[in-house]
């Protein structure tokens, strides 16, 4: 598989804004995960994966979603509380059908299996619990799968250590929107769809200001808002004002 790592990364930021390193994070570990499962001959160590962490509507799954297309493998979106049945053992092979999909993948199996809150698959202590058992299998699937899992919670000190381990979901990004110039570069890709407004980097920037402590969600809020009241006839003017009655 060729890979164009500047392209991929690229095509991630045309959709989102804002996540420049964090992207950077997530190319360099598939980087990794496709030179380890085609040159098995090098001695790195194949990895399972990485988890995004952070707050509701910090951009979780568009980042996971974003990849998984700029990487041109197939890949599938799991709500993790989805896979929770009533009937014995219906939970076991929903998720292991998740993972064997993989290995009828193109590429020899790779793919990219994106798991929503895969903190609920972090198990209790208990032994025969149907949590344990489900965090139990889930470790099997992913040594024993092709896939390159992104997993995302906003509850990870709930993950147990074993998710985490080399070989497995061995790296955390942490997804924050901390400063105005990053808030500024998620707005300038949301504002195109305004095609009357202008989008002078200033101008952006000082929305962006005005917005403090706006997650990627609300700020797409702040952009659906300005649109449904104002349709074509949306200013800059119009979103300093809305951002005043949006609560982050």
Not at 55 to 72: D, E, H, N, R
Not at 86 to 104: M, N, P
Not at 194 to 220: M, T, V, W, Y
């Amino acid at each position: 598989m060729s890979l164009d790592l500047e392209l991929i990364r690229n095509n991630i930021c045309a959709k989102v804004g804002g996540l420049d390193t964090s992207v950077a994070t997530l190319v360099k570990k598939f980087a990794n995960y496709i030179t380890s499962s085609v040159e098995s001959e090098l001695p790195i160590a194949r990895s399972a994966g990485v988890i995004l962490s952070g707050i509701p509507g910090s951009g979780k799954t568009k980042l996971a979603v974003a990849f998984a297309q700029a990487t041109g493998l197939s890949y599938r979106i799991v709500h993790c509380p989805d896979l929770f049945a009533s009937d014995q053992g219906e939970s076991e092979t929903k998720l292991i059908e998740c993972f064997s999909e993989s290995a009828d993948a193109q590429d020899s199996g790779k793919r990219v299996l994106i798991l929503e809150e895969i903190d609920v698959l972090a198990g209790s202590k208990r032994a025969n619990t149907l949590e344990a058992r489900m965090s139990s299998l889930l470790l099997d699937c992913m040594d024993q799968s092709l896939a390159f899992v992104v997993g995302t919670t906003s509850l990870l000190n709930t993950l147990p250590e074993e998710i985490r381990r080399p070989g497995r979901l061995d790296t955390t990004i942490d997804l924050h929107l901390v400063d105005a110039k990053s808030r500024a570069a998620v707005l300038k890709i949301m504002l195109c769809r305004f095609n009357n407004i202008a989008q002078a980097d200033d101008d952006i920037l000082r929305i962006a200001k005005k917005a403090h402590g706006f997650s990627p969600a609300d700020l797409q809020s702040l952009c659906t808002r300005a649109f449904m009241e104002h349709r074509g006839d949306t200013t800059v003017t119009d979103l300093e004002q809305m951002v005043k009655s949006i609560v982050p």
